[in-house]
Nanobody, 127 residues
Framework: QAQLVASGGGSVQTGESLRLSCAAS????????MGWFRQAPGKAREGLAS????????YYNPSVKGRFYISHNNANGVLYLQINSLKLEDTAVYYC????????????????????WGQGTQVTVSS
């Protein structure tokens, strides 16, 4: 059974950087999509970035493009999210997710298109 485990969150100050990791076990889908999402208290889950390894393509929510970078290590299957210049509004629980089958909507940042989810890692930004 596929399992994703997110890590790397923590408490940081504005302007700092973090790199989140998502280790995948039991997951081998080279035509799938993987992505990062976040959910702040009282808000809906928001898609941040996704990657479609088969086409070596990555996609970003315009609100984070230029500060967030998604990457995937094909050798060890770990998904990363590099977050630079952290802002107070980046405070949220960050989740990684993957499609269980062939990615039919590359570039989608809708949580509904992803069926395998990690447990989330908290990122707290303070001034």
């Amino acid at each position: 059974q596929a399992q994703l485990v997110a890590s790397g969150g923590g408490s940081v100050q504005t302007g700092e950087s973090l790199r989140l990791s998502c280790a995948a076990s039991g997951y081998s889908n080279n035509r799938g999509c993987m992505g990062w999402f976040r959910q702040a208290p009282g808000k809906a889950r928001e898609g941040l970035a996704s990657i479609y390894n088969y086409a070596a393509a990555s996609y970003y929510n315009p609100s984070v493009k230029g500060r967030f970078y998604i990457s995937h290590n094909n050798a060890n299957g770990v998904l990363y999210l590099q977050i630079n210049s952290l802002k107070l509004e980046d405070t949220a629980v960050y989740y990684c997710a993957a499609t269980s089958r062939t990615c039919t909507r590359p570039g989608s940042l809708s949580p509904d298109d992803y069926s395998v989810w990690g447990q989330g890692t908290q990122v707290t930004v303070s001034s």
